[in-house]
């Protein structure tokens, strides 16, 4: 039986943000991540609300998206889609914009905070984003903000409001959020493992190892957990969208 690996944020399009620098190095990342287990991979370049021109975001990233997906053709790499990762911007909830944000074909949205966006405001926008627009937000490496002065609250937040987040596979082994990514696992406060893979060498992907970890860690089950819930994203997906058909046609 194969094991359906699903990586939910990766920066494998070439060229378009701090990740791949060009075609090569991106079929260079594909081809690590099928050594490291993953089937299906989502592309999640950066979109910064202050720097980006959303249709010209929208242009240069599905060019490139284009272009990795041919290269990879024949090539039995893993099957990849199409997202971003969104910085969060005030009034993101009820942003006409936030649609060309979500995982593809998927009412999910992956978003990246900074350590002092999370106020009030953010609160409220996030409560918009998923009652008013119907879009539920994933918080991208949500270990990274631990230091934020509303961390707790955040956590809080996530659990009351049932937001899903996700962790670096990469956390587990940085002495700086090792203990934190743990922590946050145990206690039932992450939904997603994803690689956040920009080169490789900066975070090249260690799926295999981190669920490995987990699982002597912490206990099969939640190395478990992580994997039906990003293969329950990818189904949704597919159900929704219609590029995995035109890869797969
Ligand atoms: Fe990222």
Redesign the pocket.
Known sequence: MVIIIFDI???ILPAVDD?AKDINEALQLLEMMKEDGITDVIA?P?FYPDSDNLDEFKMRTEEAYKTLCSAAEGKNLPRIYFGC?VLYFRYLGTSEAVTDFRLDGSNYL?L?LTDDCITDSFFEDIANLKNKSGIIPII??IERYYKAPSFRKLLKFVKSENIPTQVNASSLFSPYYKRITEKLIKKGYVNFLAT?S?SIDIRPPQMKNALKHITEKLGEEYANGLIRNSRLLLEEMTRKGDLYEKQNA
């Open positions: 944020h990766s920066h990740g999640t950066h990762e992956l990246e991208a490496h956040d920009h």
